[in-house]
């Protein structure tokens, strides 16, 4: 009905802040694919896991970057630990090289993003064998 304010009314049951996924936001989404991913079993040295999330958070808090560019480069962040949690599947793997070649071409140098995308990508890179 046109003009009822009378919304449904979702009650947050365990008190915590709702994440971007339930907002629709990219970098949530990401962020619950990258979580879904296993630990680094070395303590010392970050894993598959780690990478990413640094890398995410640099592309989704970088003030240099427009929204469309973020959308693009969380996109490939998204495939990458899709694939990550598909180590098996050739067409996976194939998206993941895909993304990194993306990634490493259209991180803005200007932007914060780049130096951590400098800093992870070769050790992601390592990760997926390329």
Do not use: W, Y
Not at 46 to 68: C, F, V
Request: net charge negative; glycine share 6%; proline share 5%.
């Amino acid at each position: 009905m046109a003009g009822d304010d009378r919304g449904v009314n979702i009650k947050n049951i365990s008190n915590s802040p709702i994440s971007g996924v339930a907002r629709g936001d990219l970098s949530g989404q990401v962020s619950v694919a990258i979580n879904s991913l296993p630990n680094s079993e070395n303590l010392n040295q970050p894993g598959i896991k780690e990478l990413l999330a640094q890398l995410n958070d640099a592309i989704a808090t970088d003030p240099e970057l427009e929204q469309k560019q973020k959308q693009r480069l969380l996109t490939r962040v998204k495939r990458l630990a899709d694939a990550a949690a598909n180590p098996h599947d050739v067409a996976f793997q194939e998206r993941a090289e895909d993304a990194i070649s993306f990634l490493k071409a259209n991180l803005p140098a200007t932007a914060a993003a780049f130096t951590v995308g400098n800093n992870v990508l070769p050790a992601i890179t390592n990760c997926f064998g390329s």
